[in-house]
């Protein structure tokens, strides 16, 4: 079992950045891949990036390419989400999860509390 915990969003300016964290309890948590979502008002919950149990893959969606950077400490059972360059339409409440390497909301057995991102143009 994994409990996990987002925090670090915030209000910034368009081409500013923000890194978010999420921090998680278990023993297993290098077992798990961890995915980053979020989710704008009205909208539904998407991937943003994802992260293999060991660090090695690493996926990202075209909108975010180049600009988000996601990690993780196994040894901390901490990841991260480094989001550069930031633009109004990344504005979201983001969450971090834990689960399966995929792309979809099923994959993710574990979800945190989501923190939400506000991009002012």
């Known amino acids: 079992h994994v409990q996990l915990q987002a925090y670090g969003g915030g209000l910034v300016q368009t081409g500013g950045s923000l890194r978010l964290s999420c921090a998680a309890s278990g023993r297993t948590f290098s077992r798990y891949a961890i995915g980053w979502f979020r989710q704008a008002p009205g909208k539904e919950r998407d991937l943003v990036a994802r992260?293999?149990?060991?660090?090695?893959?690493?996926y990202y969606v075209d909108s975010v390419k180049g600009r988000f950077f996601i990690s993780r400490d196994n040894a901390k059972n901490a990841m991260y989400l480094q989001m550069n360059n930031l633009k109004p339409e990344d504005t979201a409440v983001y969450y971090c999860?834990?689960?399966?390497?995929?792309?979809?909301?099923?994959?993710?057995?574990?979800w945190g509390q989501g923190t939400l991102v506000t991009v002012s143009s």
């Open positions: 999860a834990a689960g399966q390497y995929g792309g979809g909301l099923r994959d993710y057995d574990y």
């Open positions: 992260i293999s149990g060991n660090g090695v893959s690493t």
